[in-house]
């Protein structure tokens, strides 16, 4: 671990900690329905740490200040923002999904809303010194060994993709996080597996991504 952000892998450790905890408890039931009528059973919520952020706009503020983090180290995580009320966390009342690096750290979020409260159905993690979403795969610490295994990965668009496919048994996927693929992300997907399968969504949108994955992966000797 670099450490000069050693600060900031410590609060997303924490902070994951904390959201896993929540959704454990009394205010997490109707978050964890919504999860199980999607079928993302307990099992799967362990595999992928999924927890949830609380109602109150400064829980996990305090938390982070009472564990003795300078504020200037919590808002470089991006997981506060400062407004006219003081310091407020960014995350409130949402499932909290994270987003781990390639050694398995969690280094962001995306936290979603589950009862329609919120006009963003997703909010992500901006980025960080520790969080790049171009050189990151999602899944990629997980679904490594089961590539290699299969000599086969498959790509996704997003994490909710990935979670789904677990759900039913198909464990060499990562996703893109939603972004155009890099070079770095190629070259990952390349390390991954000699097969290459990409599965985005069927709309347009998905089909321009495939297209500008296939190329990306073309320049570096990779045919989809």
């Known amino acids: 671990t670099n450490v000069a952000n050693k600060e900031l892998y410590d609060i997303y450790d924490l902070s994951f900690k904390f959201y896993q905890n929540n959704l454990n408890t009394k205010e997490g039931i109707p978050a964890k329905e919504y999860l199980l009528n999607r079928e993302i059973n307990d099992e799967i ?110 790509v996704m668009e997003g994490f909710m993709d990935v979670i789904r496919a677990y759900t039913v048994g198909v464990k060499n996927v990562v996703a893109t996080m939603g972004t155009a693929v890099t070079k770095n992300q190629a070259l990952l997907i390349k390390k991954m597996a000699k097969e290459v399968i990409l599965l985005f969504d069927g709309d347009e949108a998905g089909a321009h991504a495939t297209m500008a994955c296939s190329s990306e992966l073309e320049r570096i000797g990779v045919i989809p």
């Not at 919120?118 to 679904?143: D, M, Q, V």
């Open 45 to 154: 919520i362990k595999e992928f740490g999924i927890g949830l952020s609380l109602k109150s706009r400064d829980t996990l503020t305090k938390l982070l200040l009472k564990k003795g983090f300078s504020i200037n180290d919590i808002d470089r995580t991006g997981l506060i923002v400062k407004n006219d009320l003081g310091v407020i966390d960014i995350y409130c009342h949402r499932i909290m999904f994270p987003l781990y690096n390639l050694n398995g750290k969690v280094v962001g979020f995306s936290g979603r809303v589950f009862d329609g409260t919120s006009p963003s159905k997703y909010i992500n993690t901006r980025e960080t010194e520790i969080f790049k979403k171009g050189e990151l795969l999602y899944n990629y610490h997980r679904a490594k060994d089961e590539c290699r295994m299969k000599n086969q990965v498959i």
